[in-house]
């Protein structure tokens, strides 16, 4: 039996079973394709025999298509057609003979006509014994197992087809015949086209060479309904295809309009997260508003607080001021605020008493004052020492103590508070180290600076009193001068003109502040506070007795022995200054008034330059002793050191004066925290006494 290999590329030992056969070739109609396996025919098979096989179908077909009616001749056609066929080509076989002729291949052509290929190539093998056969391969790849670029130059690689022995080729036709149609595998798809069309072409001609008019008939019958059908379908398929396009525009339609939306979306997010920022910064800035609102609200609580509070203490004034009746332009208090506030009078919050009564501290509306309770004595009325009051208390200086207020019931000035006492207590050193000169001669400048503006008032205010007791020191050690006044009050009171209250109940000491041409004449002048002011001068410089104090002075200057008098306690003075002051100090007390230096003129300039130097040791005493004093030995009620440290029910230390004020003014709560406290009871802080004594004494 025959077997069919399938070599591609051609090994050797497929050459071997080639090397005395003839090579037959089948050749197509296809001109390029013929070319193309002849290629690689000479490739493979040079200086082989080559024998090139067609089987010729006669095609009379193409002569019947176009006109039925010519067929009247058909016998005649057809032999004509077979034979010019069949010349044809013999022709094309004969140039490919020639083309391989050059290529040292011996070739050769065999024409077998058959209606059928298939047959035609059995024949063929049958009747000259083919033992080996190439054929162009078919278009189907899967049976060669090759790519065209496995074969470069030809589009399918052609297959040579190898056949048994003769014997087994010469075997019985049945089995032949069942070997032999696997040929067809390998003519190329389309030789098979080819093939069919040929069938197809046959079985036409078969019907018109047997004058088969009936099958014909039917068969184009048949062939024109199919066409219809083909033509229905094609139809069905347009419409389809019309259909769907209808489909793919209205999708496309829809799209455009979702990207339209999509697009008006993201611009609508756009400028929905634009409006969202904004928001948010205004949201930001409405809180910063509220916060700063609030600060405002907060704020005008406080002041509001506070305009309330001063609202009650305007009250109470008015409330006062109707008790007294009287229209004035400045506070008054009542006797009850001023007992109160000196404790019913109590001899411990007594400072002192002189000829004109007696001066309480005090706690009055939360201020410590001075009060100066004149005599009640004489026929002077409310409204007369009301007026005077009023008078003096627009005189105001920095170096003039200020007069607070008054109380018309009792005839009593108040007076603030002056916490470094009286120069007279300095002077004395009662419990108190010795002034420095330059607070002594800042203190002498202030004096001086005093008088000068009392002096050029309008008219011209004499003080008439001046001594170290009426020249008082606040914290800073700053001068100022008390009792501004105090004789006019109490002469009117006296009622009597030509008394004198100064000459006539003055101690012997006191006397030596007068002025000697006032104790003469009884005329207060201006110059007689110059006299009052040398003295004082005087004592400043040597911290002396009264007593000899000018003729002591005059001696040591005449001498040039001014150490020998000044009070060294005072520490280094600057002797050429202090000469001058000296000599300045001894003209103040000159007995005859005329003799005195003007205040302006002379006094000041002498004292002016001195000014910078004390006030600044002044600033650099005062500083220190702020500096060095710490927090907790302060009152909280009236921010000064504290003698009687005394704790009250808050906890807190309070001086215990000012902590006895608030409560016995009604307070019931803290004067830190403003809680209502839960006692009135106070305990002296001996620890906290302690330690501002040590401090003190530093
Ligand atoms: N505002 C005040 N602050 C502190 N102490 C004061 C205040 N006013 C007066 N004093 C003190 O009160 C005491 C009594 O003073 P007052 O003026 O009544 O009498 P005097 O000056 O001693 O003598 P006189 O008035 O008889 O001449 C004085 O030692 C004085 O230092």
């Not at 398929?237 to 993201?266: F, G, P, T, W, Y």
Request: glycine share 4%.
């Amino acid at each position: 039996m025959g077997s069919i290999q399938e070599p591609v590329s051609l090994p050797e030992e497929q050459l071997e079973g080639v090397e005395n056969d003839t090579v037959y070739v089948a050749v197509g109609n296809n001109a390029e394709k013929n070319h193309k396996l002849l290629h690689w025919v000479i490739q493979n098979f040079s200086g082989k025999k080559i024998c090139l096989l067609h089987i010729l179908i006669p095609d009379l077909v193409n002569s019947f298509n176009t006109n039925v009616s010519e067929y009247e001749h058909k016998d005649h056609a057809i032999k004509a057609f077979k034979e010019h066929g069949s010349q044809t080509m013999h022709e094309f076989l004969d140039q490919y003979i020639l083309t391989l002729v050059p290529s040292g291949v011996q070739a050769s052509k065999l024409l077998i006509e058959k209606d059928n290929i298939e047959k035609g190539i059995k024949e063929a093998i049958f009747q000259h014994n083919i033992r080996c056969l190439v054929m162009g391969a078919a278009a189907d790849r899967h049976n060669t197992g090759l790519d065209s670029e496995d074969t470069p130059g030809i589009e399918t690689t052609p297959v040579l087809l190898m056949l048994d022995s003769n014997t087994e080729a010469k075997q019985s036709e049945k089995i032949k015949s069942e070997s032999i149609p696997n040929v067809l595998q390998y003519l190329d798809s389309s030789d098979m086209e080819e093939t069919e069309n040929v069938i197809a072409r046959t079985k036409l001609t078969d019907l018109l060479i047997h004058k088969d008019d009936e099958a014909l008939q039917n068969w184009r019958a048949k062939e024109i309904s199919r066409r219809k059908e083909v033509e229905k379908q094609l139809a069905r398929k347009k419409q389809d295809v019309l259909e769907m396009k209808n489909q793919r525009d209205k999708i496309i339609c829809e799209l455009q309009m979702v990207r339209d939306q999509s697009s008006a979306l993201r611009n609508q997010l756009f400028e929905s997260n634009c409006t969202a920022t904004e928001l948010e910064e205004k949201f930001l800035s409405a809180v910063d508003l509220l916060i700063s609102f609030k600060e405002k609200r907060d704020k005008l609580r406080i002041e509001h607080a506070n305009a309330v509070r001063k609202v009650k203490v305007l009250t109470k004034i008015g409330e006062a001021d109707t008790t007294s009746s009287y229209v004035v332009e400045f506070p008054t208090f009542s006797f009850m605020e001023v007992n109160e506030a000196t404790h019913d009078f109590d001899q411990s919050w007594k400072i002192g008493e002189g000829r004109y009564g007696s001066v309480y501290k005090g706690l009055l509306r939360n201020m410590l004052v001075a009060i100066k309770m004149l005599p009640s004595y004489g026929c002077q009325s409310q409204l007369e020492f009301q007026h005077q009051v009023d008078v003096l208390s627009r005189v105001r200086h920095p170096n003039l103590l200020t007069l607070i207020g008054s109380c018309a019931e009792s005839k009593s000035l108040v007076y603030e508070y002056l916490n470094n006492g009286s120069l007279e207590s300095h002077l004395a050193c009662k419990n108190k180290t010795p002034l420095p000169w330059q607070i002594r001669i800042s203190i002498a400048t202030d004096i001086c600076s005093a008088l000068i503006f009392l002096h050029s008032c309008e008219p011209c205010i004499v003080h008439g009193n001046l001594k170290p007791s009426k020249v008082l020191l606040d914290a800073n050690f700053v001068a100022k001068l008390g009792d501004l006044g105090i004789p006019y009050l109490v002469q009117h009171s006296v009622g009597s003109a030509d008394t004198s209250p100064i000459i006539c109940n003055n101690s012997h000491e006191n006397l030596a502040y007068v002025d000697p041409e006032y104790l003469d004449t009884g005329k207060l002048t201006p110059e007689s506070d110059v006299y009052s002011f040398g003295i004082i001068l005087l004592q400043l410089l040597t911290g002396r007795p009264l007593s000899g104090l000018v003729r002591d002075m005059r001696c040591a200057l005449e001498k040039e022995n001014l150490k020998t008098v000044l009070d060294l306690s005072a520490g280094e003075w600057p002797l050429y200054q202090t000469t001058q002051l000296a000599y300045l100090a001894l003209r103040c007390c000159e007995k005859t008034w005329l003799n005195r230096p003007d205040l302006v003129s002379e006094v000041w300039s002498v004292l002016k330059p001195f000014r910078t130097i004390c006030i600044d040791r002044r600033q650099e005493l005062t500083s220190k002793k702020l500096q060095r004093a710490p927090s907790h030995f302060v009152c909280p009620i009236v921010q000064e050191v504290m003698e009687d440290p005394y704790i009250a029910a808050d906890g807190f230390t309070y001086e215990e004066e000012a902590i006895r004020g608030w409560l016995d003014s009604g307070h019931d709560t803290s004067p830190m925290t403003n809680l209502t406290l839960e006692h009135t009871d106070l305990v002296p802080n001996y620890a906290l006494h302690n330690a501002i004594r040590e401090w003190q004494q530093q």
